[in-house]
């Protein structure tokens, strides 16, 4: 099973760039990983996904090393509108089914 | 591009007595997913459709649950009767493929449940 871990908690200060790792020790060959954030009172929404080395968006950076069995979750700059929970997601290979399950993600309080 | 509508978005009900929640996911979206999230957990998954077939239902408790996508679009997901620890919100998603390795997935805003 390609479960993920990743801190409960982190808190940082406005303009400050944060870095969210999440472990995936048992994560397949043809897995990708994919975060998303979720604010109070919404559904979680995609940030970004990646294979393999760097992916950039508008919104994040996510740096994955060559045995992906870890990433991270790189957020520039942040400000207060980024307090959010942000959750880590891999492919949960069972023994009948696979499926994409959600941890309890790690909740980042930014501070002015 | 219109995102994936849910109603209502708040509901409080006594238990015993039954609910039902509505979404309409993402115009194309093959794949539609319910989800239970209570307060400080992350979401769980309840089930899974795939056009108007069930891919996976292994959570949802179906001596209470029901949820059905006759057309392959929107959706209904019932409870009844509701039980004191339903009380959670009910996400909605969609995404354009069933592809675990790749999947992305786009939610609603959700239904907040409480039950008194």
């Known amino acids: 099973l390609a479960k993920t871990t990743q801190p409960i908690s982190m808190d940082s200060y406005e303009g400050q760039e944060v870095n969210i790792t999440c472990s995936h020790n048992?994560?397949?060959?043809?897995?990708?990983i994919t975060w998303y954030q979720q604010f109070p009172s919404q559904g979680p929404r995609f940030i970004i996904q990646g294979y393999k080395t760097k992916v950039t968006n508008e919104v994040a950076s996510l740096f994955i090393p060559a045995d992906r069995k870890s990433s991270t979750l790189s957020l520039p700059r942040v400000s207060l509108s980024d307090t959010a929970v942000y959750y880590c997601?891999?492919?949960?290979?069972?023994?009948?089914?696979?499926?994409?399950?959600f941890g309890k993600g790690t909740r980042l309080h930014i501070l002015p | 591009e219109a995102g994936v509508a849910q109603s209502p978005r708040y509901k409080i009900i006594e238990k015993r007595q039954s609910v039902a929640f509505w979404c309409n996911p993402i115009s194309g979206h093959a794949t539609l997913y319910w989800y239970q999230q209570i307060l400080g957990q992350g979401p769980k998954l309840l089930i899974q459709f795939q056009n108007n077939g069930v891919v996976d239902d292994s959570q949802l408790p179906k001596d209470r649950f029901s949820a059905e996508r006759l057309k392959g679009v929107d959706s209904t997901l019932k409870i009844q009767p509701a039980k004191l620890e339903d009380s959670a919100v009910y996400l909605c998603a969609s995404s354009l493929f069933a592809n675990l390795a790749k999947n992305i997935q786009y939610f609603g805003a959700g239904t907040r449940l409480s039950v008194l």
């Open positions: 997601l891999v492919g949960d290979r069972g023994l009948r089914d696979d499926k994409i399950i």
């Open positions: 048992n994560i397949a060959t043809n897995d990708y």
